[in-house]
């Protein structure tokens, strides 16, 4: 993925290539009041999101999220191909998106993440 000819190429499934901050609007314009006065779906959508839809694989799976995603409460999102990750939470109204500049098989997201949620943890305790 790291070569432009795989970056130029429709996948999918594999290579939407963009910012951290254009992942976590897309994310935000989810959620109920969405960004910028743009709401993508009306919230009787995200609650059919949120709720879990059988088969249950690793994770508990909505309609194409992961649920509860990363242990950040009722959030959902996907991560996404070489650890970049796009999540929302609409019952605290955030979005958040992590991506990387290249492909990697090591999972420092999950690293970065761990100590956000460690940080927010904190916050709220003290």
């Known amino acids: 993925m790291n070569k432009p000819e795989s970056r130029r190429a429709v996948i999918p499934a ?5 910012t951290a901050r254009a992942v976590a609007r897309h994310y935000a314009a989810l959620i109920p009041g969405g960004v910028d006065e743009v709401e ?12 879990p839809q059988p088969p ?7 309609e194409g999220f992961f649920l509860g995603y990363l242990k950040f409460g009722a959030a959902f999102g996907h991560p996404g191909y ?3 990750i796009g999540m929302a939470n609409p019952a ?6 992590f991506t ?7 999972n420092s997201s999950q690293l970065i993440l761990d100590e956000i949620k460690t940080s927010l943890i904190s916050d709220s305790m003290g």
Do not use: D, H
Not at 92 to 97: L, M, Y
Not at 100 to 106: C, T
């Open 82 to 84: 070489g650890g970049s």
């Open 100 to 106: 990387r500049n290249r492909f990697s098989e090591y």
């Open 14 to 18: 594999s290579n939407g290539i963009m």
């Open 56 to 62: 249950k694989i690793q994770e508990e799976e909505g």
């Open 92 to 97: 605290e109204g955030w979005a958040f998106a």
């Open 40 to 51: 993508l779906l009306p919230s009787a959508r995200v609650q059919t999101i949120l709720a």
